[in-house]
């Protein structure tokens, strides 16, 4: 399989017209509570946020939706408490992005779609002087991927399962090495160095799976940030 590392296969921003093309691919890439419709999409985008494509041929095979707003990671009263909820929000002048569905078809994980998705969202972060970086992580690892569905394939790590519940059960933060079992945190420590900062139950109620929870991870736009930034830029040099 060709990786995606040509110039023809660089982010471009999506618009309502692709609306179509972007719940197809989100029907390749999450499991059904999770696929977003065409009417949802085009909310989204209604509401000023910004959806980044990487297409191989017709389809796309990897998107990362953002918007811009506040936030403080200090402040955890004023922080959406539904997926729903921070996806309602207009995007907004403000000091951060707010990244959400990042997603790569299953048989282009791996290569670099996710690592050009991000490079173009920072790109577009530094440019709007943003301080913030937060992403809402799905935590697939804490009970592994339904056999029932294609889209996953996490297996279940006892570890992070258990310091999840004594957290949410009164018990401190767990270590954020155990986060990142999680391979999807992992990518996103790998990629931007973030810390995991809380853990919001029923976050996502329909995805009975992780019993709706999401972990919310941040990072900042500081010097050490701009440089792993510039590092970043090879992944679109051609080979």
């Given at each position: 399989m060709r990786d995606l590392v040509s110039s023809q296969h660089l982010p471009v921003e999506l618009g309502p017209a692709d609306a179509a093309r972007i719940a197809r691919l989100e029907r390749r890439c999450f499991i059904p509570p999770l696929q977003a419709s065409e009417e949802q999409i085009r909310q989204r985008l209604a509401l000023g946020h910004t959806m980044l494509g990487i297409a191989a041929g017709a389809d796309l095979v990897?998107?990362?939706?953002?918007?811009?707003g506040t936030f403080?990671?200090?402040?955890?009263?004023?922080?959406?408490?539904?997926?729903?909820?921070?996806?309602?929000?207009?995007?907004r002048r403000g000091n951060t992005i707010f990244l959400y569905n990042l997603e790569v078809e299953p048989t282009r994980r791996g290569t670099l779609c996710a690592k050009r998705l991000a490079y173009f969202a920072f790109k577009?972060?530094?440019?709007?002087r943003c301080t913030?970086?937060?992403?809402?992580?799905?935590?697939?690892?804490?009970?592994?991927?339904?056999?029932?569905?294609?889209?996953?394939?996490?297996?279940?790590?006892?570890?992070?399962?258990?310091?999840?519940?004594?957290?949410l059960a009164g018990g401190p933060l767990?270590?954020?090495?155990?986060?990142?079992?999680?391979?999807?945190?992992?990518?996103?420590?790998r990629?931007?160095?973030?810390?995991?900062?809380?853990?919001?139950?029923?976050?996502a109620?329909?995805?009975?799976?992780?019993?709706?929870?999401?972990?919310?991870?941040y990072g900042r736009f500081d010097r050490a940030a701009r440089q792993r930034f510039r590092a970043l830029s090879w992944v679109n040099r051609e080979r």
């Open positions: 990897g998107m990362l939706a953002f918007r811009f403080d990671p200090a402040d955890f009263a004023s922080f959406p408490k539904t997926f729903d909820e921070l996806c309602l929000q207009p995007s577009m972060a530094f440019l709007s913030f970086g937060v992403a809402n992580c799905r935590v697939a690892a804490y009970r592994g991927a339904d056999p029932r569905f294609s889209q996953e394939r996490t297996k279940p790590k006892a570890r992070l399962r258990r310091a999840i519940d004594e957290h767990p270590a954020q090495e155990v986060f990142r079992d999680d391979p999807t945190l992992a990518l996103y420590h990629l931007t160095e973030c810390r995991f900062q809380w853990v919001i139950p029923d976050f109620p329909s995805d009975h799976a992780t019993r709706g929870l999401r972990v919310i991870a």
